[in-house]
Every structure is written in structure tokens, then in C-alpha cells.
């Protein structure tokens, strides 16, 4: 299996060099549906630096609170509020790629582009994006092949390429290796961790133990849409401070 390249020459954008948008500052969110609170009273915050995994069992809220910090749900209560005040710079400094990813009825290299264009980026830049994208991705000889025909793996892949390709300040990705193979796997935890080197916030959601032991610096533990615990990740697999975190680790959490 090949390894990712090396992406040191791209960077992400903070553009005209003013401050970022960071930090996140998620307080009291909650989010009910029919009277069943999905999320309850979850508040934390998050920098710039660490990869943040929120863990925790299916259906303990991790994707719903992707997409709330992520802006495409609003919470019932709470608040979810970035350093930066302008909406049009928060919106525009972050990416999301969910777990089955959307992808338009064109090309791989038209995927990108569409992005870049909504960024009003000129088209030599355009073009040097998409060719380094698809690099750094494996997918160069897939360039003019449609999109939906891709494999899982390819399309999660060509998913993380358009989401790099407008540098975001922060990435938020929904169960990203949920529906792809162990080799597929192990090549985007590896694109993955470039996204965070290369200076790009990176937050991602899993229920699996081994990657998130593998990828995280910071762990978020989500349990039946509570935050239980919020901690480094050595010492959050050392030994939690919650104790429905450490049954978690332990395989022995209850329903």
C-alpha cells in the first residue's frame, strides 16, 4: 500500500493573515425532537492545535454535534459561537465530509473545481489546487473518471480532496473509514493526520477504539447525547475519570 504524500508545501489558508476563527465555543447545546432530548446541555471548547475525536457508541450524538458545530443544525437551547463575529468568514474557513459522502453527477477533477469557483479562486490557481489534491489523494489517474462510480474508498478520498482544496481552518469529518476497507483505511487515517500537520483543525467522530487510539489528541466522550468527559488522549486511554468512559474502553458500557 502506498503512503499518503507529503503535504508540507500546502498549507491551510488563514486568510489575510488575521486571526482565525478559533476558539469553539460550544455552551449548554441541546437538541430535542419530539420531546427527546438527542443532545443535553453539552458545553466544551476547542483550540486550533490538537485532533479532537469524539468517541462514543452508536447513537450517542457524535454526528448530530458535528453537525451542529458545523452549522447545518441549530440547537434547541445553547449556543455554538466562533472567535471570528463575520458568519461569511466562519462559514467559508470550514469544511465537512460525512460518512457517505455527497458527491456531484461530474467528473473528480469537476468535483474540486466546483468548490474553487464557489471561492472565487482564478483558474490557473484552480487548476494547481486540483492537481495537487488528486496527488495527494492517489487519484490523478481518476481525474476525468465520474464521481459515483467511484469505490467507497475512492469516493471518500475524492471527499477529503474537495474539503482540502479551499484550506479550511477546521475539518469536520463523520465516521470517515466507517464504509471502506482496512488498506483504504490506513491511507486516509494517513491523509488525515497530514490535514491536521499541515495546520488544519481536524475534528472526527468514531465509535471504533483502535483508531481513535491511533488518531487522537484530544478525546471528546459522548454518551446517550451527553458529554461525559473531555480530556487529552493519553490520559483519557490511561485510565478516564468517568466511569461509563471507562466501561466503554473496557467493551462492558451499558445500552
Known amino acids: 500500500m502506498a503512503e499518503a504524500p507529503d503535504w508540507r508545501n500546502e498549507q491551510a489558508c488563514v486568510p489575510d493573515g488575521k486571526p482565525g476563527i478559533f476558539p469553539l465555543r460550544v455552551t449548554g447545546v441541546s437538541f430535542e425532537v419530539a420531546g427527546h432530548y438527542l443532545l443535553d446541555d453539552i458545553s466544551f471548547e476547542l ?4 485532533l479532537t475525536v469524539i468517541l462514543g457508541a452508536n447513537g450517542a450524538g457524535k454526528s448530530l454535534l458535528l453537525k451542529i458545530c458545523h452549522g447545518l443544525l441549530s440547537p434547541t437551547r445553547g449556543a455554538v459561537n466562533w472567535q471570528s463575529a463575520s458568519k461569511v468568514r466562519v462559514r467559508n474557513s470550514q469544511a465537512m465530509v460525512f460518512q457517505r459522502p455527497v458527491l456531484l453527477r461530474r467528473s473528480v477533477a469537476a468535483n474540486i473545481d466546483y468548490v474553487l469557483r464557489l471561492q472565487g479562486l482564478a483558474k490557473p490557481e484552480r487548476l494547481r489546487r486540483i492537481d495537487a489534491c488528486l496527488r495527494m489523494t492517489g487519484l490523478s489517474h481518476l481525474g476525468r473518471r465520474g464521481a459515483r462510480v467511484l469505490s467507497g474508498g475512492e469516493q471518500q478520498k475524492l471527499a477529503l480532496a474537495r474539503a482540502w482544496a479551499v484550506r479550511p481552518e477546521i475539518v469536520f469529518l463523520d465516521e470517515p473509514t466507517a464504509n471502506i476497507d482496512p488498506s483504504a483505511t490506513l491511507f ?9 500537520r499541515a495546520g488544519t483543525k481536524v475534528v472526527l467522530t468514531t465509535h471504533d477504539l483502535a483508531q481513535a487510539k491511533r488518531l487522537a489528541d484530544e478525546v471528546l466522550f459522548l454518551h446517550q447525547g ?20 471507562r466501561a466503554f474502553l473496557q467493551g462492558e458500557l451499558p445500552c
Open 226 to 245: 451527553r458529554l461525559l468527559e473531555q480530556a487529552p488522549a493519553k490520559q483519557f486511554f490511561d485510565g478516564p475519570e468517568n466511569p461509563l468512559a
Open 188 to 196: 486516509m487515517e494517513n491523509l488525515i493526520r497530514q490535514f491536521s
Open 47 to 50: 483550540g486550533s492545535g490538537p
